[in-house]
């Protein structure tokens, strides 16, 4: 049973675009939404997270837009660089429960 | 921010050993701690959540005799992988949650084991 479902898997963009990824998830118990960036070899690392209070969050380039009735999420990263490309994991929580349930990850490749 | 300090970066040891992993938090207090097993290309798999002062608490499928873990101080928790096995080759991350970031997990730069 996955509970926070990421697409696409993969995701290869041309500098300066806008990149996209989707999270849905099932739990509706879930109160909060963290996407994690991963370069090969390092650990995941927070790069933005939103509660279900609010549409959307944006922080310099990233963008988390949040459907609460449809019960998804996404990131949008503007003017996409090089630098951005890694593996972006979303994720979810809720207070009952200290586990943060994964996405299965989306790799993305920025083309200079 | 909050800083995970997760040691060693990379590890190889023979079959049939055992290797200690460390996982420190070093500006906040983590009386919760989690470990992570990750495969190539694939996401992130919880192994078990470190409670400081009583016993892990391990997912399913998880074998608790192989990965000990021990989380003696609020700043410290180890996964100990024992009787180690080629199969038991992965990327190991740790993570910890400071409670007064309201919902901030920090995470470890991982581990990279090879048996060999």
């Known amino acids: 049973q996955q509970q926070v479902k990421q697409s696409p898997q993969s995701l290869i963009v041309q500098k300066g675009g806008i990149s996209i990824i989707n999270c849905a998830y099932e739990?509706?118990?879930?109160?909060?939404f963290p996407w994690y960036q991963q370069f090969p070899g390092k650990g995941p690392a927070l790069l933005i997270a939103?509660?279900?209070?609010?549409s959307e969050k944006k922080e310099g380039r990233f963008t988390i837009s949040f459907n609460k009735s449809a019960k998804q999420f996404s990131l949008h990263i503007m003017d996409s660089q090089p630098g951005d490309s890694a593996t972006y994991f979303c994720?979810?929580?809720?207070?009952?429960?200290?586990?943060?349930?994964f996405g299965k990850g989306t790799r993305l490749h920025i083309l200079p | 921010g909050a800083v995970v300090s997760q040691h060693p970066s990379r590890v190889i040891c023979k079959s049939g050993t055992s290797v200690k992993i460390e996982c420190r938090s070093l500006?906040?207090?983590?009386?919760?701690m989690f470990w992570y097993r990750q495969f190539p290309k694939q996401s992130l798999m919880l192994m078990a959540t470190?409670?400081?002062?009583?016993?892990?608490?391990?997912e399913q499928g998880v074998e608790k005799d192989k990965f000990l873990i021990n989380h003696a101080s609020l700043t410290l928790s180890t996964l100990t992988v024992t009787s180690a096995h080629p199969e038991d080759s992965s990327f190991y991350i740790c993570?910890?949650?400071?409670?007064?970031?309201?919902?901030?997990?920090?995470f470890g730069s991982g581990t990279r084991l090879t048996v060999v």
């Open positions: 739990n509706t118990a879930f109160d909060y």
């Open positions: 993570s910890a949650e400071d409670a007064a970031a309201n919902y901030g997990y920090t």
């Open positions: 994720a979810a929580s809720s207070r009952g429960d200290d586990k943060i349930i």
């Open positions: 939103i509660r279900p209070d609010v």
């Open positions: 470190s409670n400081e002062g009583s016993k892990a608490t391990y």
């Open positions: 500006d906040f207090q983590a009386t919760t």
